[in-house]
């Protein structure tokens, strides 16, 4: 009696150990999403797929929209921002039962957390987070490193080996991006403007690195230029200067057509010069004489010249 107690007694302690470390356990039906809050974060959990291969039963999940590889019974797959999904249990169904399978799910990464004054005091130690202060009031950002680069001491194993990142050499076991050996790697906050990164740090600004915001206002992105519509806009912000058909005329946008004393707004959108008699035209606006037959600028009539003539004394 006391070796079935006390066999009870191991089960239980290790049921608790084995999903003390859970924030979510949950048993999921096939092809059912279910929202979660856990530690301030939202997660959408659906059990996209089950498969049976060679005997093996084998599962797919999405949290968020991020899919999983095929995963047997008690395998773990880690997430971009950490945050962590293992399978329980895997249940086929038949008849009325569906097919089911029973997780354990841990969050990752809570983005702002805890109050800070400097970039110090949120260091966690973790080579492959960006710890900076920030906010209003001042508050712990942790960014996951997920680019393979060299020399930076950080090894996203999920993304990177040793041909593309050479912090990857460091280590002789595998690892992933929340198992660091932190004794062969260091610690270091990314403040280089490196562009092609998708990270613009604190310190920098486009011109230094292309992952930054261009503008903040369309006003920034006026290109002086009157026939065009500047715009500030995506993420991270660019400027475009979209063109609409016309031509700049003392600040002012004069459409296509358009005559003066003297030019004209081709359909290029440049100002040009009239033309004169036998030219070659494709429109009457094109000749001084506001005639084209033919292809060919006429002259301007006696008659014409006269009533010009007199309005110039006038003028």
Known sequence: MRKEALLILTVLLFATCSYAACDITATIDKG?????LANGNYYTIKFSSLANESGSLVVKFEVNGESTPELEKGDKHIFDDLSEITISDISKGSGSV??????????G??????????????????PCTIDECDGDPLRCRRTLILWCRDNDGCCPQARCTAENDNDCKKTSEPVNDSLIDNSSLINKTIVECVSGDDYCPQNCTFKEDNDCNECSTDEECNDNNICTIDICSGTPTRCSNSATAGCDLNGNCISIGTRTE???????SILESLRSKKEYCDNDYECLSNSCIKNKC???????????WFGGLFS
């Open 262 to 268: 003297d030019k004209f707004c081709n359909k290029d």
């Open 98 to 107: 569906n097919d089911s399978a029973k997780i354990c799910f841990t969050t």
């Open 32 to 36: 059912v999403s279910k929202s979660y």
């Open 109 to 126: 990464l809570s983005g702002l957390e805890g109050t800070c004054s400097s970039n110090e005091d949120c260091d966690d130690n973790n």
């Open 298 to 308: 006429k002259g301007i009539s006696f008659i014409k010249k006269i009533f010009s």
